[in-house]
């Protein structure tokens, strides 16, 4: 799958740049990776998702998220309000948005949303409708993500003074224990429908495990041990086949059938993920 991200600065507009990938591939899944919420209002997100699912045949998953970079907000002249009005945005956004893709007539009144007798058009090919990602790591985002999404997303890092200050400290197994216990909770009797992802950080290659997690827990990692690093969902290092036991491993603890990394480890996750697939 191709996911996008969605921030004002030097990459692609998301959903030109998925359109693009759809036409030039006919199996290939995209997504948005994911859309801060606080830049459309839902019925416009709605009536974009629904239209590149029609354009991609039906291969698009809607990703959404509450926006953290504060810089972001202030050079559009946005409000960058507390996460928690973020996230209670958000909850109300992915609420609209969901019953607009399923085809609904919306009438909705909320805090921060007001939308009277509307519709979409065209509806998305998957039905009822695409996926919904929600992904992040603040409690209150989880929740909204385990009471409304198909796939909760973990990333394990809370940011810190407006998106400028990364905080590695929930990598820590111990925490995605707790973490995964609130997300059940939370689903309910959804939890056997619902699909686990975790955001891999960093994906190293080496014959020396040890060595990798020692050096990478200094500096803005110094609040993890090499022990934390090397069992965190959120790292990924070792040689191939480690890498393939910590997934099989991560999935078998936690329930993370999905996983997700950054462009710059795409070429060193490629040959875990052909062994996992059989090839």
């Not at 070792?238 to 329930?255: K, P, S, Y």
Request: glycine share 8%; net charge negative; hydrophobic share 45%.
């Amino acid at each position: 799958m191709l996911l996008v991200p969605d921030h004002l600065t030097d990459l692609l507009a998301p959903f030109p740049a998925l359109a693009a990938a759809a036409a030039a591939t006919t199996r290939l899944r995209i997504g948005t990776g994911v859309l801060n919420n606080d830049f459309r209002h839902p019925v416009l997100t709605a009536r974009e998702a629904a239209t590149l699912d029609v354009l991609s045949d039906g291969r698009f998953e809607l990703g959404l998220g509450a926006g953290h970079m504060r810089s972001e907000y202030e050079q559009t002249g946005l409000s960058f309000d507390p996460g928690s009005a973020r996230v209670e945005r958000l909850g109300e956004a992915v609420v609209i948005v969901k019953r607009l893709l399923e085809g609904e007539r919306v009438t909705f009144a909320g805090r921060h949303y007001h939308v009277t007798d509307h519709t979409i058009h065209p509806r998305p090919v998957q039905r009822p409708r695409p996926p919904i990602f929600i992904g992040g790591n603040a409690p209150r985002l989880i929740e909204v993500a385990a009471k409304e999404a198909d796939v909760v997303g973990l990333t394990g890092i809370a940011f810190r003074r407006g998106g400028t200050d990364p905080d590695m400290s929930d990598f820590r197994a111990a925490i995605v224990d707790q973490c995964m216990a609130f997300v059940r909770a939370a689903v309910g009797a959804r939890v056997e429908r619902l699909e686990l992802s975790a955001l891999v950080q960093r994906v190293i290659v080496t014959d020396d495990r040890r060595k990798a997690a020692e050096e990478l827990a200094t500096g803005r990692w110094g609040a993890l041990t090499p022990d934390d690093v090397l069992a965190t969902p959120y790292v990924l290092v070792g040689t191939i086949d480690e890498m393939v036991d910590q997934l099989r491993a991560g999935r078998e603890r936690w329930g993370f059938s999905y996983v997700m990394t950054h462009e710059s480890f795409m070429d060193a996750l490629a040959p875990v993920v052909a062994r996992l697939a059989g090839r």
